[in-house]
């Protein structure tokens, strides 16, 4: 048998890379026939992965982290009638069975049968029902025909491999918080957030029409990979209020729609840079909204929170001035993203040329055992969006291509 290694969450500011049991097809003490083992391909370290490194939830030591996950199958159960062994996939963070309610409504991130503890589930994360992580050489994916995107052309896929890997989370997410703000051709956006999930709403918003995307941050190299795709950037440290900073891009002080991509670790704007403000992206999103526009929210936002510095945010109580969004009639789409419901037409887009996402979020390729520096350089704001190489089958493509193309 392989071994196995993966990268385990020490407590926080610390994670490690360390062997771990290899992954076998089994559920406790039962064998999981609807399970695929896969060998990594790639997998992303996560702005979310960031919230549990800074201790910032209740994960646990010793828990094996990695929800953005891209395989190839090695091994498959009996049950699974769709997919094959040499099949590349791409795994969406959202664990769901497929059978329950929400699962036949399409709501797959709070799919009823996979966690015993509340609704929905992932790999690798706190309180998402305990499934290993896949920032490891191989991992376990349950419910294989129905959760798992099968590349329908292997070489083609790992041509393009540095944007496939995106589809397993941010991407979708950053589409999913511009589907809910009602983005589409024409639109003017605001995208609170230039990380990685930023970003990518960022370039999704372009893929679905808009006019204007504005990007506000508080890191310059963020904002100045935010221009570099064609969006326009807002430095938030800058004592401007947000709405005449609008004003001078579009000539009115709102847009028509707005997504929220920092979530609860949210930081004042100018004079509070540098103090936690964890509702403010959220206000901030209501008073530059139009009356009638509406707000995406996939910003991570957490029911306990044991690092915060007030005791209602440690229970994730936050002061919103939902009053203002009531007032001008705001809708507010919130939730983990049902990949399934957009990776298909997104992995589309990719294939054929229609979005650049890994140039937008600037993908970073390392090998496995340099986690932890990608975990530091990320924390510290890096404008960059970390892949896990653990088999070096995305360098080896890189360096083909530039080989390729060196010599054309």
Not at 54 to 60: D, E, H, L, S
Request: proline fraction near 5%; charge should be neutral.
């Amino acid at each position: 048998m392989a071994s196995n290694r993966g990268v385990v969450y020490v407590g926080p500011g610390k994670v490690e890379v360390r062997p771990i049991d290899f992954p076998k097809l089994s559920l406790g003490s039962r064998k999981c026939e609807h399970g695929v083992i896969l060998k990594v391909v790639s997998t992303n370290i996560c702005g979310s992965d960031q919230h549990m490194v800074r201790g910032r939830t209740t994960a646990p030591a010793g828990m094996v982290l990695g929800h953005e996950i891209t395989g190839e199958i090695i091994e498959k159960g009996r049950d699974v009638e769709f997919l094959n062994v040499g099949d590349l996939v791409s795994v969406p963070f959202n664990i769901a069975c497929g059978r329950c309610r929400n699962c036949r409504e399409g709501k797959t991130g709070i799919c009823l049968n996979v966690n015993g503890d509340r609704a929905g589930a992932a790999f690798g994360y706190v309180d998402m029902g305990g499934w290993v992580g896949g920032q490891a050489d191989y991992v376990m994916a349950p419910y294989a025909d129905f959760n798992l995107l099968k590349f329908p052309d292997k070489d083609q896929a790992l041509e393009k491999i540095e944007d496939l890997t995106l589809l397993s989370d941010i991407f979708p997410t950053g589409y999913d918080g511009a589907v809910k703000a009602g983005v589409t051709t024409g639109s003017t956006v605001y995208v609170a957030g230039a990380g990685p999930v930023g970003l990518a709403c960022a370039a999704a918003c372009q893929l679905l029409g808009a006019a204007v995307v504005i990007v506000g941050d508080m890191i310059p190299e963020r904002l100045a990979q935010a221009r570099s795709f064609g969006c326009e950037a807002i430095d938030l440290r800058e004592r401007v209020p947000l709405g005449d900073r609008i004003a001078q891009i579009v000539g009115a002080p709102e847009v028509d729609s707005a997504v929220d991509c920092v979530g609860f670790e949210a930081k004042g704007q100018a004079e509070q840079t540098g103090t936690e403000q964890p509702a403010t992206v959220l206000n901030s999103l209501m008073a530059v909204t139009r009356a009638g526009g509406a707000i995406g929210i996939p910003g991570l936002y957490v029911t306990d929170d044991p690092g915060a510095k007030d005791a209602n945010a440690k229970q994730g109580v936050l002061g919103l001035r939902i009053g203002l969004g009531w007032a001008k009639s705001h809708s507010f789409g919130t939730g983990q993203c049902p990949v399934l419901r957009f990776n298909r037409q997104l992995m589309m887009a990719i294939l054929h040329n229609k979005v650049a996402v890994a140039k937008a979020v600037n993908v970073t390729v390392l090998p496995l055992e340099d986690a932890p520096r990608g975990y530091n350089a990320f924390d510290k704001g890096a404008a960059e969006k970390f892949v896990l190489d653990p088999h070096g089958m995305v360098r080896s493509r890189r360096a083909a291509a530039e080989l390729v193309e060196a010599r054309s």
